[in-house]
T-cell receptor, first 118, second 114 residues
């Protein structure tokens, strides 16, 4: 497909387990973003990648959260020792470019992965 | 901290009547402002954006928003609601050198009555 895809669409896990969430951005998009949307709230920024590198990870809540993008395309968000408070919809977005004044920095969002920690 | 406030968590209108969704932002720097729509089980979609050009911004599906610096507002309007407009709407702001970091409001759920 032409849009951002995320897998799985739903993930149920137990407290203390490890999970990986995958994001496939739009082909050719150099910038990739992760957001977290808790119930009844707007999405909150977690991390953004420019190419393979994490240019800003200031939104990651703690060191249990980590994300990679080894080849500059697909990204994986990894959560260790999950807690019930991690339950949320995790959204991925991509853009052609990034940067102030760029005309190609519109972020296109995927449908999200709903994570439930029991 | 920079923020954006959506004044109504729910708005209900009848089909064919005007829509007004309210948004205010904090004003430390010149912002870029956006409205996104989220339909159930679908990704967020950009409706329109303001980036310091014309203060009245027209978007998709007949929506428009006006940037009012004196009021620090960016309210979303539509002259006539359709049933298909029922969704969650987010006002979003970004600033300066961190323009890639979208700051979302808490959302307004628009209900359209037949």
């Amino acid at each position: 497909g032409a849009g951002v895809s995320q897998t799985p669409s739903n993930k149920v896990t137990e407290k203390g387990k490890y999970v990986e969430l995958r994001c496939d951005p739009i082909s050719g998009h150099t910038a990739l973003y992760w957001y977290r949307q808790s119930l009844g709230q707007g999405p909150e920024f977690l991390i953004y990648f420019q190419g393979t590198g994490a240019a800003d990870d200031s939104g990651l809540p703690n060191d249990r959260f980590f994300a990679v993008r080894p080849e500059g395309s697909v990204s994986t968000l990894k959560i260790q020792r999950t807690e019930r408070g991690d339950s949320a919809v995790y959204l991925c977005a991509s853009s052609l470019n990034v940067g102030r004044g760029s005309g190609n920095n519109e972020q296109f969002f995927g449908p999200g992965t709903r994570l439930t920690v029991l | 901290a920079q923020s954006v406030t959506q004044l109504d968590s729910h708005v209900s209108v009848s089909e064919g009547t005007p829509v007004l969704l309210r948004c205010n932002y904090s004003s430390s720097y010149s912002p870029s402002l956006f409205w996104y729509v989220q339909h159930p089980n679908k990704g967020l979609q950009l409706l329109l954006k303001y980036t310091s050009a014309a203060t009245l911004v027209k978007g998709i599906n007949g929506f428009e928003a006006e940037f009012k610096k004196s009021e620090t507002s960016f309210h979303l309007t539509k002259p006539s609601a359709h049933m298909s407009d029922a969704a969650e709407y987010f006002c979003v702001v970004s600033y300066g050198d961190s323009s890639y970091k979208l700051i979302f409001g808490s959302g307004t759920r628009l209900l359209v009555r037949p």
